[in-house]
Nanobody, 124 residues
Framework: QVQLVESGGGLVQAGGSLRLSCAASGRTFSSNAMGWFRQAPGKQRDFVAAINWDGGNTDYADSVQGRFTISRDNAKNTVSLQMNSLKSEDTAVYYC?????????????????WGQGTQVTVSS
């Protein structure tokens, strides 16, 4: 069964850091762009970051630029999101997703496989 499984979420104080990981199983995704999205309570799911198939290109939402870093290890079939200088407004469920294209994209409709999500809570 092909799936994405996120881990690393939790409770952290404002200004702290967390590292989210996404493990892909069932097949390799080394030819696909990967992305992270988040959904806060009562809000729509928003783009956070994306990385192209070989890790050579990344894209970030303005709200996380300079604080978050997306990376991937194709040998291990994993994608990570390092989150620093966390703010209360970063509180959300974070989702890992696989695009069916190799290049980065912010368009959710271009992602065809999603993880179950991991909760990140930042206390102020």
């Amino acid at each position: 069964q092909v799936q994405l499984v996120e881990s690393g979420g939790g409770l952290v104080q404002a200004g702290g850091s967390l590292r989210l990981s996404c493990a892909a199983s069932g097949r390799t995704f080394s030819s696909n762009a990967m992305g992270w999205f988040r959904q806060a309570p009562g809000k729509q799911r928003d783009f956070v970051a994306a990385i192209n198939w070989d890790g050579g290109n990344t894209d970030y939402a303005d709200s996380v630029q300079g604080r978050f870093t997306i990376s991937r290890d194709n040998a291990k079939n994993t994608v990570s999101l390092q989150m620093n200088s966390l703010k209360s407004e970063d509180t959300a469920v974070y989702y890992c997703a696989k695009s069916y294209r190799p290049r980065t994209t912010r368009i959710q409709g271009l992602y065809d496989l999603w993880g179950q999500g991991t909760q990140v809570t930042v206390s102020s």
